[in-house]
């Protein structure tokens, strides 16, 4: 199969487990539920439209916001943003004038509801937990990118500075100077960084995410911006020893990323896998083309013929130790395959 082939059946397995009402927030396989795993998918799915400009890709996204708003948007919290950086580039593609109002005042709240931490940080509340005083990486790619997307499409220069400024503040306290690598999370109530895990898939989510917030920023300020310059030089970094850390045999990277005695995962894999494809893509990361098809192979080699992306961990919550993240399970979920989904929209014809 050609890498279109791949992705169609990658994500016709996820459209499968669409179903009727308003679906379990612990499965994060149904395409039913409004949580981070549907906005991963989501977003994945928007990056192909706008890449093939499918009019039947473009009416599926449409009739799952639809349903969603037709039903009422959740509760909100850092998780349940996620899927607003995919309304906000509908909004930006169809000129719906449904969306404006959901999207204003969704960040609205990020800029005034959200719980802050100390130096004004996005506290990563979820469904479950309150998480005083965290910080965590997952929450630059589920809250801080539709901030600024936001920003774009409704002409708030406010939220695209705060935007900024959460990127600046997560690397402040999440990105390691000895390695490179990011921590899942810091405290500033107990000023640690828990486990001190270099979880991969939490990595993962400043390697995809940042070069894409950068894209924008040029896109719609200066080229040459401060803020961006900062940004590119601490993912350069973390990129650069993600590929000194790969799996030589499979392209993927270990749950730890520096344990090669924890399981190989494939969603943080493929996210890392697309940041690495898009940079090289770029002209950001010379030398790093091997690597980064390397990873694309070995995350093609996860997906069965069924469809399913293997090697998934589940949703993964704060780890005090590094065994913690050693024994989350792997299950198929919906990132797992949107993340699979978004390696390969930097491969699709």
Not at 278 to 304: D, Y
Request: charged share 20%; glycine share 8%; aromatic share 12%.
């Amino acid at each position: 199969m050609n890498y279109n082939e791949i992705a169609k059946l990658v994500m016709s397995r996820l459209y499968a487990t669409r179903q009727g009402g308003a679906g379990n927030p612990e499965d994060h396989m149904n395409l039913s539920t409004w949580e981070w795993p549907q906005g991963v998918a989501m977003y994945a799915m928007m990056k192909v439209y706008l890449k093939t400009r499918s009019q039947s890709d473009l009416e599926d996204i449409k009739a799952w916001y639809a349903q969603h708003i037709e039903r009422g948007l959740p509760v909100r919290n850092i998780n349940t943003t996620a899927p607003m950086l995919t309304m906000t580039m509908l909004y930006e593609e169809t000129g719906d004038e449904t969306y404006r109002p959901l999207i204003e005042d969704w960040a609205n709240w990020v800029m005034t509801g959200l719980p802050r931490t100390e130096e004004g940080g996005f506290q990563h509340i979820t469904t479950h937990d309150v998480n005083e005083g965290q910080i965590w990486d997952d929450t630059l790619f589920m809250t801080v990118l539709f901030l600024y997307r936001a920003g774009m499409a409704l002409n708030r220069k406010d939220w695209r500075e705060e935007a900024k400024y959460q990127f600046l503040l997560h690397i402040k306290y999440l990105h390691s100077q000895k390695t490179g690598l990011w921590f899942h999370g810091f405290s500033f109530l107990g000023r640690h960084h828990f486990g001190e895990a270099f979880w991969a898939r939490g990595n993962s989510w400043f390697t995809c995410g940042a070069v894409d917030f950068v894209e924008w920023i040029q896109q719609d300020e200066d080229t040459n911006d401060c803020v961006t310059r900062f940004i590119l030089a601490a993912w350069k970094e973390q990129c650069l020893k993600l590929v000194e850390l790969q799996d030589k045999e499979s392209g993927l990277w270990h749950t730890l990323l520096d344990y090669d005695d924890s399981y190989l995962e494939t969603s943080a894999s493929a996210a890392i896998a697309y940041g690495l494809l898009k940079g090289v893509r770029l002209g950001l990361l010379p030398g790093c083309e091997e690597a980064a098809q390397k990873a694309l192979a070995g995350v093609i080699a996860q997906v069965g013929e069924d469809g399913i992306v293997g090697g998934v961990s589940y949703g993964t919550p704060m780890g005090m130790t590094k065994d913690f993240y050693r024994t989350i399970p792997l299950e198929a979920t919906a990132y797992g395959q949107g993340l699979t989904f978004l390696m390969l929209t930097e491969v699709m014809e």
